[in-house]
């Protein structure tokens, strides 16, 4: 799927219904993955185009690993595959919030953990595990 350009004026951008994904330099754009039965936050991940694509084709989560520089289709390994329930954009079309039904064990991060963010920050900088 071609993706068009974002729209230069501003109230179309932020209220029109075309979906028009602003990707950064690097051609990637930001996605928060969220599990949509319970609304907790799974993961932050990249998709470029093609993994924007290959995930409305196939209903199945993927991602661009900027470390690998390659296409990662989530849970190949792991079994722990994204099923998508719905794909939602932000006002500016720059950030993707990707709702999923997470199959295997239900664990998105590769600690073994559900979710990634599982320590919480304390006003000293101190890590907490929650």
Avoid at 34 to 45: F, K, P, R, T
Wanted: with cysteine; proline share 5%.
């Amino acid at each position: 799927m071609q993706f068009p350009p974002p729209p230069t004026d501003k109230h179309e951008l932020e209220e029109g219904l075309a979906f028009t994904p602003k990707f950064d330099a690097h051609g990637l754009i930001v996605c928060v993955t969220q599990e949509a039965a319970s609304g907790e936050i799974l993961m932050l991940a990249y998709m470029n185009a093609l993994a924007l694509d290959k995930t409305l084709e196939t209903g199945i989560a993927h991602y661009w690993s900027r470390s690998r520089n390659a296409l990662w289709r989530k849970g190949d390994t792991s079994g722990q595959v994204q099923k998508l329930v719905d794909l939602r954009v932000d006002c500016d079309q720059d950030a993707l919030l990707l709702r999923v039904e997470v199959g295997g064990d239900g664990k998105a991060c590769h600690t073994g953990r559900k979710s990634c963010f599982y320590r919480a920050v304390s006003p000293e900088g101190g890590l907490t595990e929650v």
